[in-house]
C-alpha cells in the first residue's frame, strides 16, 4: 500500500503565488507516476498536472499550462506543485494522487486533499 499526504494549501490572492507537497510513503518504489488533481463542490474531480518519476516527464491541464508547475524529488519520496498566477478559478481541494502505471488510466492512491482558496 501507499499513503500520500498532501501539504501547503491556504488562501491567497488573486495573482498570487502557492506551492503544494505530496509526501509518499509505504511501498513508494512502486509508484511509476504521481499526479494532482482538484475538485469544487458539484463538480467531478479534474485532472491538474502529473510527473514520471523516473523519468521527470510532466503533462499538464491546459487550463494550468504555463501557471503551474509540477516536479518531484525522488529521495523524499515527494511530488510538488508551484502555483502561480492564481486565479480564482484555481479554488478547490487539491488532491495528490500516484499508480504504479506509466502511463496512467487509473489512480489507485489518493491523499486526503488539501484546500486551496483564491480571493479576487
Known amino acids: 500500500q501507499v499513503q500520500l499526504v498532501e501539504s501547503g494549501g491556504g488562501l491567497v490572492q488573486a495573482g498570487g503565488s502557492l506551492g503544494l507537497s505530496c509526501v509518499a510513503s509505504?511501498?513508494?518504489?512502486?509508484?511509476?507516476?504521481m499526479g494532482w488533481f482538484r475538485q469544487t463542490p458539484g463538480k467531478e474531480r479534474e485532472f491538474v498536472a502529473a510527473i514520471n518519476l523516473k523519468w521527470g516527464g510532466t503533462s499538464y491541464a491546459n487550463s494550468v499550462k504555463g501557471r503551474f508547475t509540477i516536479s518531484r524529488d525522488n529521495a523524499k519520496n515527494t511530488a510538488y506543485l508551484q502555483m502561480n498566477t492564481l486565479k480564482p478559478e484555481d479554488t478547490a481541494v487539491y488532491y495528490c494522487?500516484?499508480?504504479?502505471?506509466?502511463?496512467?488510466?487509473?489512480?489507485?492512491?489518493w491523499g486526503q486533499g488539501t484546500q486551496v482558496t483564491v480571493s479576487s
Open positions: 494522487a500516484a499508480t504504479r502505471s506509466s502511463v496512467p488510466s487509473e489512480w489507485p492512491y
Open positions: 509505504g511501498r513508494t518504489p512502486s509508484i511509476a507516476t
